[in-house]
């Protein structure tokens, strides 16, 4: 991997652009959306949506933990709020496809639980662009296990977010 810079990229803290030199060269877009208490949320998401309408630097991933999801489907109990969903959707309609929702449809799966009320919501995508869909082979969840303790929560208290490429 070897980091890029891109013009006009979210100058944004807990954001990542590299270039990953697999078989096929794709671009990786690493992120940490902050939650909405911040007051920092949804000027990043209209930075990381900016550049996702902007693109033109071939296949590419962007992924992470957005603090988003789709209402009425990623939460088990209503968290996410219109911008919020809208945000998803706008992704979608600028021509990256959440990758889990492209493997597994309406599936429901649950990426962090909330510590007080132990409902779960799905926080963490991938987002794969038009020139890199077709490389899509799986994506999927998988909760880390301690040898020692068994919990779900035991080596974070978010799933592992686990994207295959042909």
Not at 11 to 25: F, G, I, K, N, T
């Amino acid at each position: 991997m070897r980091r890029i810079a891109v013009r006009n990229a979210p100058q944004l803290d807990r954001w990542l652009l590299v270039s990953v030199a697999a078989p096929r060269r794709f671009t990786l877009g690493a992120m940490h959306v902050p939650n909405r208490f911040t007051g920092r949320k949804y000027p990043y998401l209209d930075a990381v949506l900016a550049l996702a309408r902007r693109w033109r630097g071939g296949p590419a991933l962007l992924t992470g933990d957005t603090n988003c999801g789709c209402i009425g489907i990623d939460e088990e109990s209503p968290a996410f709020n219109k911008r919020e969903d809208a945000w998803m959707a706008d992704l979608v309609a600028a021509g990256w496809r959440d990758a889990f929702r492209d493997v597994h449809g309406d599936e429901r799966a649950y990426t962090w639980y909330s510590p007080n009320a132990g409902n779960g919501f799905r926080l963490d995508q991938a987002f794969v662009n038009r020139t890199l869909r077709s490389q899509l082979a799986d994506a999927r969840y998988e909760w880390g296990r301690s040898v020692r303790d068994d919990r779900r929560d035991a080596l974070s208290d978010h799933a592992a977010l686990i994207v295959e490429l042909r």
